[in-house]
């Protein structure tokens, strides 16, 4: 009688393997079932002839899948886009009552080729071999940071997968949600500034130089604004005309780097050089402190930060987490450091038997009605309740908070752009006026 070799999920949804004798495939496939098993794949084994190997069975539509034919290299991590998107997907296969192995290898199958791809490969066959969800995915940090691990595992303990799943899902596109927004609110400010700056340097480096040689035909003093603006031109533009040899051929090393050059790299050079900053601690603590003093910005990364932490929490500690490992997980999901230090604090106070809300109080770094709202959600025991809508209430905020920047910084550019614009014209014109004086 032939034998079979069998993967199977029982009762509490851990993978089982095993052999069972049958005269044929659906027999076979019975008495698996009669046991108490939920078959995933079901082979006939078969005698190894010379050397080759033993054939397989059709699987029964689970959980096997087609090895693809190599591993491509990627570089960086998986999107949140990506791994909202899984997730949700996963969520919709676990609640309609397929085994993981078969959702792991439907979605493996609809990726394309790259990390993600690699990754839920590399997740089935881990999970094939008898390891847990949350443990296949926890050796993927570029795909599921700590957060998504833990939420998995809970689920897991809890029989919960599926709704843990849809949660995490949720929380996910929020927080994506409250990104494009901030997102989508800047890219007006920063496409307003890009053109008003590149108009302003065209100025200095086209027309200021017309006026410049009018002024060397009149022998007249200049003003001082006017002798400025000229020698700010020159620095612009006339020293990249030098070294391209327009004005006489000749190569003046002094000219080396124009002054455009300059404009051009020196935003790159800030951006890299606060980012190799915040690499280091002190570096790290005093911009996170700076961004959250800033007049106007630093209201806005404050409601931002409050959301995105009560949101991570209020999650973690629903989808049955313990506290102080929800809280350790949020601090370290926190990017700004000042409030990733008062929710060490917290943490140590909930070690010590104190309260949550305290350390918090102390630290002032969340409004007063965040306080006592986390304070009647301890009181109570829906303390993940109250997380989570003090997250909604400030997703809401930080929308605000968002178009009245955008509202308040259109007059400022306004007014700056104006008074550039403006000081280069009464430069320009002060030399004039101040010729026809003379003649007069």
């Not at 029982?10 to 495939?25: F, L, R």
């Not at 919709?92 to 993981?100: C, K, N, R, S, V």
């Not at 060490?344 to 070690?351: A, F, L, N």
Request: glycine content about 10%.
């Amino acid at each position: 009688m032939p034998t079979y070799q069998f993967e199977a999920l029982n009762d509490a949804g851990k993978p089982q393997k095993g052999t069972i004798s049958a005269a044929n495939n659906e027999e076979a496939l019975a008495r698996i079932k009669s046991q108490g098993f939920f078959p995933t794949s079901i082979r006939e084994q078969k005698v190894k002839k010379g050397g080759g190997s033993a054939g397989g069975g059709a699987p029964v539509g689970s959980g096997a899948k087609k090895k693809s034919g190599g591993m491509t290299i990627s570089i960086g991590g998986v999107s949140k886009k990506h791994l909202t998107l899984f997730t949700r997907q996963l969520s919709t296969l676990q609640d309609a009552g397929l085994p993981i192995l078969r959702s792991l290898a439907i979605l493996e199958q609809q990726q394309k080729p790259g990390l993600m791809k690699n990754t839920l490969d590399a997740v089935h066959d881990d999970v094939s071999s008898g390891a847990s969800l949350s443990d296949a995915f926890g050796k993927h940090p570029k795909a599921f940071d700590r957060l998504y691990t833990k939420m998995i595992a809970a689920g897991e303990v809890g029989g919960v997968l599926d709704l843990i799943l849809a949660r995490l899902a949720d929380f996910l596109e929020k927080a994506a949600r409250l990104k494009r927004r901030i997102i989508s609110a800047m890219i007006y400010p920063a496409a307003v500034i890009s053109v008003a700056a590149i108009i302003v340097l065209g100025i200095m480096i086209l027309i200021v130089p017309k006026f410049i040689e009018i002024f060397d035909d009149f022998d007249t003093d200049m003003p001082a604004l006017t002798i400025w603006l000229i020698n700010m031109s020159k620095w612009l533009g006339g020293s990249l005309l030098g070294v391209l040899g327009a004005k006489d051929g000749t190569f003046n090393e002094d000219q080396l780097i124009p002054g455009i050059v300059w404009v051009a790299l020196s935003p790159i050079g800030i951006f890299f050089g606060v980012k190799m900053l915040r690499k280091t601690a002190p570096g790290k603590a005093f911009f996170d402190r700076l961004t959250l003093l800033t007049p106007v910005l630093g209201k806005l990364v404050r409601k931002a930060t409050i959301a995105k932490f009560t949101r991570t929490l209020g999650t973690l500690v629903n989808a049955g987490v313990p506290i102080l490992d929800a809280v350790t997980i949020t601090s370290e999901t926190t990017a700004n450091g000042v409030y990733a230090n008062a929710l060490m604090d917290v943490h140590d106070s909930i070690r010590q038997g104190d309260s949550f809300a305290e350390p918090l109080r102390k630290a002032k770094v969340c409004d007063p009605l965040v306080v006592n709202m986390i304070d009647v959600g301890e009181e109570t025991g829906d303390l993940d309740k109250m997380l989570l809508k003090i997250a909604d209430n400030y997703d809401e905020e930080v929308d605000v908070a968002v178009a009245g920047l955008v509202s308040l910084l259109e007059p400022i550019m306004v007014v700056v752009l104006g008074g550039i614009v403006g000081m280069i014209v009464i430069a320009l014109f002060l030399p004039l006026v101040k010729l026809m004086q003379s003649v007069m």
